[in-house]
Structure formats: C-alpha cells, structure tokens
C-alpha cells in the first residue's frame, strides 16, 4: 500500500452475528459475576511493585555505584521491569482499563514517558492505527520493519532476508533505543504514521512530547554519566536498553507474526478488507502459553492477545475467564482461534514465518 492512500475498510457481512454475540456474551459475563471490567488491587499492587524496584535498582545503581557485575544484574532487572512496566501498567493504561479512574489511567499510561518513549506517539501507532488495521501492510506500522525484515509475502524481498530468522534476534535488542531517540521523533516531525496522519497535538502535547524527552535524557544519560563516568553509564544503559528491547520486541511479535496468523489486503478498487473487523482481529492474531501463570504475570496478560485485540478496554486481569467465553464462540460460529500451548512454540513458530518470508 502507497503512501498517501486511503486507510483500508472492513466489510459488514450481511447476517453476521458474530461480533454482535462476542459482546453480549462477555458483558453477560461482568454483569452476572458483578465484576468490573478494569484493573483491581492485584494489579494496582504489580504495578507499585514494579515502580518501587525500577527506582529503587536506579538509586542505588547510579548514587551507591555497586561492583561491576553487581550493576550490570541491576541494570539488566531494570530491563526486565522496563517491559515489565510497560505490559502491564503503561499498556492497560493506554487503553483506559488500568482504572476506573480516568486520572489514573492517564498516570498509567504516560509512564512509559519515564522509560524514555512518548505516550502521545504510542497511543497514535498502537491504540488507533495497530489495533484498526492489524497486519495490514503499509498500515499496520508494527510489521513496518523494512528493508532489514520481510514480516509478509506482500513486502519486497532482499537478499538479506534469508538470514532474517538468524539476525532477528539481535535486531530485537535494537527496539527501544531506536524507539526512544529515533522513531518517536519520525513520527513527531512527519506528523504521520505510514499513511495514517497523527491527530494535530495541542499546545500541551508538543509541551509534554520535549518534556517527557528531555526528563528521560537527564535522568538517565546526563545525571549517571557524571554521577559513574561515560563507559561504565554506556555498559549499563545498554544492558538495560538491549534487553528491555528484546523482551519487547519478542512478546509483541509473537501475538501476530507466526506461521497461523494472516496478513490480509485490501480487495482491488475497494479498498475492502475481506473479513468483518472481529473476524480479523481473531485472524491475524494469536495466543501462546495461556495456561502459564507467571508468563501471563509478568507480561500483562499480552500472551492473550485475541482477548486483547477483541476488547481492549477490558484490563488483562480479566482475560484468562473471558478466553474461555471468546473460544467457545469461536467454535460455535467456526472461527479459527490460533493458539500455541507453550511460549517456545510460538518463538519456533515466529522464527519458522521468518525463514519462510526469507525464503518464498
């Protein structure tokens, strides 16, 4: 799809009850259990957790200066909890299922400010455009990794690509240091994400995109390079950087680019996506290690992707019950749900894609 064209549109099937069944189903099931669809003190508790051992680890990294090795674990939990944090508080946030309070969300979702991206710029990318137009290429900008990955057989192939399944791994690593100092501010500048425009920012949004950039930059460049020098801040913030990427990276990947998930076009001079919006979401999306409960924990309940896409306002804590009512009436109304029993499934099933696209 060309720069500049219009954004896909999805078909209203004539007689189709599917979305339409999905929603009374799983708002039967909060009403009849008396639940809130949002987060509750299980999560409000995760996130604290997570918030108290991120700064925690930076204090006593850059003003107590461990031993080396001792700074480099500490640096590389800081990874852990960057991803952390941002499964499972800037996520629900962003999506307005961390709280019922609308304040709360919003103090949910700029947090990822404090991990050095822009709030602003993922609620455009992810929320409105990946969360619309899911593996669509030339619109979905999650599987715009051109021209060192071919995420889809509609993407040109190079040579390179037949060792993408090979290098993805490091390339992984690369995610959150090209997010923080480079792609947040592609999207700033072109005031568009692929073909899709950013809505116009406000006064305050242009004030909180600088401020939330130069905050990070001084917290975790400037202050630690003069607190512990330049090489021992370069080892540690790129131990931090690089794994905090590759957690991410890995997790979002695998909810869309394996071997079962599609990756539909727009139908000749209609621009129509083939399916209605719900049946594409179920099929360009998939679920791994769902019955694994510290997976589920630590990455916000992102391994139930399907639930996910199909509800996003509801908070992940919410997810392992309504997967139950979701693939039920997948069944019922004979609508694939991918799922891959284990993690490492789904991470042989992504690199497989990846030789595939390489290769075809």
Same mark, same amino acid.
């Given at each position: ?10 078909? #209203? ?14 708002? +039967?099931?909060? *009403? ?15 996130? !604290?957790? &997570? ?9 006593? !990294?850059?003003?107590? *200066? ?22 499972? !508080? ?19 979702? &700029?947090?990822? +400010? ?9 609620? #455009?990318?992810? #929320? ?21 990955? $071919? ?10 690509? $037949? ?22 501010? *592609?999207?700033?500048?072109? =005031? ?11 006064? &305050?949004?242009? &004030? ?49 680019? !394996?071997?079962? *998930? ?8 209609? +621009? ?20 694994? =409960? ?33 693939? =039920? ?32």
């Amino acid at each position: 799809m060309k720069i500049g064209s219009p954004t896909p549109k999805f078909r #209203n099937i004539q007689g189709s009850t599917f979305h339409q069944e999905l929603k009374k189903r799983v708002n +039967n099931y909060f *009403t009849e259990n008396n639940k809130k669809s949002t987060g509750n003190f299980s999560l409000y508790f995760k996130a !604290v957790l &997570f918030w108290t051992l991120y700064v925690a680890l930076y204090v006593h !990294v850059v003003f107590f *200066t461990p031993s080396a090795w001792i700074a480099l674990s500490e640096c590389l939990f800081m990874g852990g909890l960057t991803a952390a944090i941002g499964f499972n !508080v800037m996520h629900d946030g962003g999506h307005g299922s961390f709280s019922e309070s609308k304040f709360w969300n919003k103090i949910a979702a &700029f947090s990822v +400010n404090g991990l050095g991206a822009s709030a602003l710029m993922w609620n #455009n990318k992810h #929320n409105i455009i990946h969360h619309t137009y899911t593996n669509i290429d030339g619109v979905d900008d999650d599987i715009e990794i051109k021209p060192m990955l $071919r995420m889809c057989p509609t993407q040109k192939k190079y040579k390179i690509h $037949r060792f993408q399944h090979i290098y993805v791994w490091f390339l992984y690593t690369m995610l959150l240091i090209i997010w923080v100092f480079a792609t947040d501010y *592609t999207k700033y500048f072109k =005031k568009k994400i692929g073909i899709v425009p950013i809505k116009k920012l406000s006064t &305050f949004d242009h &004030f909180a995109f600088w401020v939330a950039k130069i905050g990070y930059y001084i917290m975790m460049i400037a202050l630690p390079i003069y607190m512990v020098g330049f090489v021992s801040w370069l080892l540690g913030f790129l131990v931090l950087a690089m794994f905090a990427g590759f957690v991410l990276s890995v997790v979002f990947q695998l909810a869309h680019t !394996v071997e079962e *998930t599609s990756f539909p076009t727009p139908l000749g001079d209609t +621009n129509n996506i083939e399916n209605e919006w719900a049946i594409h979401q179920i099929e360009t999306t998939a679920n791994f290690a769902t019955k694994n =409960k510290m997976i589920s924990w630590l990455v916000g309940g992102l391994n139930f992707q399907i639930e996910h896409h199909l509800f996003p306002k509801i908070s992940h804590i919410h997810y392992p019950e309504i997967s139950k009512i979701i693939k =039920k009436t997948c069944a019922d109304f004979n609508v694939k749900y991918i799922e891959y029993k284990r993690m490492r499934d789904a991470v042989v099933s992504h690199a497989l894609h990846l030789k595939k696209m390489g290769s075809a």
